[in-house]
């Protein structure tokens, strides 16, 4: 009997290796030892691989590992795993998203207590300096002290459990749960982010993407108050490093505990200067406990790959041509990009998504909602939402995935529309494919349009009148933004929609100045 080829690229716990050893229909290879270029020599064999962030899946591994069926990152990130390379070529790309949980709650505890009473300092004051001086070490309690806590996930909603036993005051801002999740664990619910910035103590749990990288810089900082404590133990960048350091030196920001930097490794990093940090290099998930279930669960996975059992925890759909017909693929990519347009432009707790396909691709309309899922929740939930557990998450949301089919699809061939309600309020998008791949966006709200489903977005909507788009012109020149593509709808009550398509990122202030336009009804930001 031919064997499952298992080969482990990266260094991870002797229990998963013991697994994998163990089992008699498995051909297990370790070379987390062997050079990186010389790993292109040996992954040709693999069936599946293990992977960690030592090694680049790019397309020069991909394009040796032409046996792989299945990766394994053993771990949460996949910043260093090309995933869309890796589904054009059948290949299932799994992570482990929940192992290290506990490990980086516990570590934000760590971070936290070490800030407020200034702990580092205090023990090398007297291990290293042998300096016994009580009298110049006084600290802060926990207790009484309103802690923010940025995004109440899994491990955001285990920080303000862990913070009520210390008798703290916790709120949580994160538009896309339901309050009840906070309310139920005694944590007070703000859709005002100012309520976050007015805490002692503030602690960032959320995935890194266009909305959050950089999501507290200098105008948040300074709304801050004085002698404020920041934690990051999630991602690099979510605080903007340059406004932190400024904030630090100033005294604004009284302490920051950091485990993660913009770039890694951050032995240079002008943070490490100053003498009111508390730094660790990227341990949120090196725990024994941790490293334990991360190597047993990448284990499973992998041999559960290897026999075709399952694919837990799947990032991607491999797309094989031979299985699926050329004019469906543009219409899955279109309905998960008018998921996620969809959720940028409604930003809420989402109550339920509604899917129609229109004409021939009406007939798979299971795998439409499957994509227009992941696509809504991907705005929330970054790369812990995935094609295999989207209808699990939205379950347990309460989300409601409604489909339908028709026949007809009006003037097309084939049409998707999607709808998605959040307690805000409702967004309808509809978009087609041409030729097999020119995807566009045909309406949106009710005004018809032809939008490219690419790029940064400006929706403003208007109340139809003279001089409009010329002011729109002006406020966006005068801040440098270039038009790259400019799209009018309009409709019979005196109202129209312009998707704006623009070359640069465009700031909050130049979206303030477009909504205080008399005309204006709302302005949103998409970035697709």
């Not at 090694?55 to 792989?68: K, R």
């Not at 200034?118 to 309103?146: M, Q, S, T």
């Not at 602690?203 to 801050?224: A, L, R, S, V």
Request: charged share 25%.
């Amino acid at each position: 009997m031919k064997k499952h080829v298992v080969m482990v690229c990266d260094h991870i716990h002797e229990s998963g290796l013991e697994m994998l050893a163990s089992q008699p229909d498995i051909e297990y290879i370790n070379v987390a030892d062997l050079p990186k270029d010389e790993l292109l020599n040996v992954i040709g064999k693999a069936d599946v691989a293990i992977t960690r962030s030592s090694t680049e899946v790019n397309s020069a591994f991909l394009e040796a590992a032409s046996n792989l069926k299945a990766l394994v990152r053993a771990g949460v990130g996949v910043d260093n795993v090309d995933i869309d390379g890796c589904s054009k070529r059948g290949i299932i790309v799994m992570n482990v998203p929940t192992a290290n949980t506990i490990a980086a709650v516990e570590l934000t505890m760590a971070h936290m207590l070490a800030c407020m009473r200034a702990f580092p300092y205090a023990h090398n004051h007297l291990k290293l300096d042998r300096v016994w001086k009580r009298e110049k070490w006084y600290g802060y309690e926990l207790k009484d002290k309103k802690l923010g806590i940025i995004g109440f996930g899994n491990i955001g909603s285990r920080v303000g459990k862990r913070a009520k036993t210390f008798e703290m005051d916790v709120i949580t801002y994160d538009p896309y749960i339901d309050p009840s999740k906070a309310t139920d664990l005694g944590v007070e619910y703000t859709t005002n982010f100012d309520d976050i910035l007015a805490c002692d103590i503030i602690t960032i749990h959320t995935p890194k993407n266009q909305e959050t990288i950089g999501m507290i810089g200098k105008k948040e900082i300074e709304k801050m108050k004085e002698g404020v404590v920041l934690i990051n133990c999630a991602r690099g960048g979510l605080y903007d490093e340059e406004a932190l350091y400024e904030g630090l030196k100033s005294g604004k920001i009284r302490f920051a505990g950091l485990d993660v930097f913009v770039k890694e490794p951050a032995t240079d990093n002008p943070l490490l200067d100053l003498d009111n940090v508390t730094v660790t290099p990227h341990l949120g998930a090196n725990t024994y406990e941790s490293q334990y279930k991360i190597a047993t669960q990448a284990a499973q996975q992998a041999l559960d790959a290897a026999r075709g059992i399952s694919y837990p925890n799947a990032l991607n759909l491999p797309i094989r041509e031979s299985e699926i017909p050329a004019f469906v693929k543009p219409y899955l990519e279109l309905t998960q990009k008018i998921g996620f347009l969809a959720a940028q432009a409604n930003k809420g707790a989402i109550k339920s998504i509604k899917i129609v396909g229109e004409g021939g691709i009406g007939e798979y309309i299971d795998s439409l909602a499957t994509f227009a899922t992941v696509g809504a929740l991907k705005e929330s939930l970054g790369e812990t939402i995935n094609y295999v557990n989207a209808d699990f998450v939205a379950k347990e949301r309460g989300i409601d995935i409604i489909k339908e089919s028709s026949p007809t699809a009006g003037a097309y061939k084939s049409s998707v529309r999607l709808k998605l309600t959040t307690d805000k309020e409702v967004v309808e998008i509809a978009g087609t494919s041409f030729n097999e791949d020119v995807q566009r966006i045909v309406e949106i709200n009710g005004f018809a349009l032809d939008v490219e489903p690419k790029g940064r977005m400006i929706l403003f909507k208007n109340t139809d009148v003279p001089g409009v788009i010329g002011d729109v012109g002006q406020i966006l020149a005068k801040h440098h933004v270039n038009i790259a593509d400019f799209r009018l709808g309009r409709d019979k009550t005196g109202l129209a929609l312009a998707v704006i398509i623009v070359d640069n990122d465009v700031s909050e202030e130049v979206l303030r100045e477009l909504d205080a336009l008399e005309a204006s009804i709302y302005v949103k930001y998409v970035i697709l």
